[in-house]
């Protein structure tokens, strides 16, 4: 990969410029049923370091494998996008070593990290509606659902939002099976709920909801005038 780095002209001292290849990611996506999915358009490859919130997508095979190329040090995430088909990534792997609720690492002077998914069908849903501080239904208001474990935070594999419609209803698909919470975020984007120091604030306004495989999980939220207050502040 090519670098541009401009100097000012006055003297630096003691600069120190160190250089190592760029990685390669090779990829597969495993179906643990047998049959991969056809409806996987794109892989996004999501930068957690050193550039937080980048992107870069490929295209997989039809045998599943993929790959990314000048891949610089740092921590990654992959998502997958698909127009139809209903299943879930049940496990990561990278150079053999389990990393399903973490990052991609890559260290320097790596030449090559392999890593595999595993795509099982049976994701859950979960549905329900939103009232505000009365009972009437919550209309566009904004919502996150994230893992109830807070060691399974780091990733956006357990973070979803969403927003209610014309009757407070809301819906989030295609949920990995296990235990959330659910919080109304009448604010701004609800990706603030992925930052730490607002969880710690919101997260007992919550709703907690266990996904089954395959199932649908229902539950019904109330806007709290206290978590308002919150949400101003972001």
Known sequence: AKRVVNFSNRNIDHFTISLSPAATIKGRLIAAGGKLPTSITSITLLW???????????VPAADGSFEFADVRPGSYELSLFRIAGEFFVSAISENHRDITDTFITVPEATPVIEVSLTLDAGPGRVIGTAYDTGK?????????????????????????GSRTGPQGRFVFRDVIPGDYLIVLWPGGDPI???????????EKFGARVS????????????????????????
């Open 136 to 160: 009437s239904p919550l209309v566009d208001c904004n919502l996150a659902m994230f893992s109830a474990d807070p060691k399974k935070r780091e990733t956006q594999r357990y973070f979803q």
């Open 48 to 58: 957690e370091t050193p550039i937080p919130f980048g992107r870069r997508a490929a």
């Open 211 to 234: 996904v089954p495989v395959s199932g649908t999980a229902t539950v019904d939220l109330r806007l709290d005038p206290e978590l308002q207050r919150i949400a101003r502040r972001f």
């Open 192 to 202: 603030r709920l992925r930052d730490p120091d607002v969880v710690q604030l919101a």
